[in-house]
């Protein structure tokens, strides 16, 4: 079975620039997140979705990112404009809603560096 | 509140000793309980999970046990080999989507 699925693995940009990252989740998982890992702030929960609304987005840090969700299996995380303190790993992850302890499934994450 | 604390410092060990990594919480409720693996580049994987109070979780030769009196969750391996080198995140998983990480641990095993 395909595990989630993010693009692009790697990304090198300049300030300024539009950066957009993309998920498929998990077919039937109907809960998608986003996270993003730093060695300063370890992994912090950006924003997630059920049933593509989303219902958290406390940890999104600033107007410059966005999420969105248009159907059960895709979504984006926009970073518009770019700033080299958006350098991190971003990962997507979905899970089944409902069913009490289901493991939430993480994707092999975007590489992003702001020079 | 709900939140994981990891033993601090990487872990250096030879291979074939017996590694353990300690990881205790704080929850309100029955949170499920996990252990996730990254590999030098990659994104986190699911290792193991216990879902309730006494449950063991074991996958590749790796158990942690749900110890609730303890409120802990320690992951364990008899002999570990080179390619256990990873950094290991204990989790908890409260409200049932959000999941509490500790800071991860490094493991490097010397040949």
């Known amino acids: 079975d395909a595990g989630v699925i993010q693009s692009p693995r790697h990304e090198v940009t300049e300030m300024g620039q539009e950066v957009t990252l993309r998920c498929k989740p998990i077919?039937?998982?109907?809960?998608l997140f986003w996270y993003r890992q730093t060695m300063m702030r370890g992994l912090e929960l950006l924003i997630y979705?059920?049933?593509?609304?989303?219902?958290?987005d406390s940890g999104m840090p600033e107007d410059r990112f966005s999420a969105k969700m248009p159907n059960a299996s895709f979504s984006t995380l926009k970073i518009q404009p770019s700033e080299p303190r958006d350098s991190a790993v971003y990962f997507c992850?979905?899970?089944?809603?409902?069913?009490?302890?289901?493991?939430?499934?993480f994707g092999e994450g975007s590489w992003l560096t702001v020079v | 509140g709900n939140s994981v604390t990891q033993m601090e410092g990487p872990v250096t060990l030879s291979e074939e000793a017996f590694l353990t990594i300690n990881c205790t919480y704080t929850?309100?409720?029955?949170?499920?309980l996990f252990w996730y693996v990254q590999y030098p580049g990659e994104g986190l994987q699911l290792l193991l999970k216990?879902?309730?109070?006494?449950d063991k979780g074991s996958n590749k030769g790796f158990e942690a046990t749900y110890r609730k009196e303890t409120t802990s969750f320690h992951l364990e391996k008899g002999s570990v080999q080179v390619s256990d080198s990873a950094v290991y995140f204990c989790?908890?998983?409260?409200?049932?989507?959000?999941?509490?990480f500790g800071k991860g641990n490094q493991v490097v095993v010397i040949p």
């Open positions: 989790a908890l998983l409260y409200g049932n989507n959000r999941l509490a």
């Open positions: 979705f059920n049933n593509n609304v989303p219902i958290d």
């Open positions: 992850a979905s899970k089944r809603q409902g069913a009490f302890g289901n493991t939430i499934y």
């Open positions: 077919s039937g998982h109907n809960s």
């Open positions: 929850a309100t409720g029955y949170p499920s």
């Open positions: 216990a879902t309730k109070a006494d």
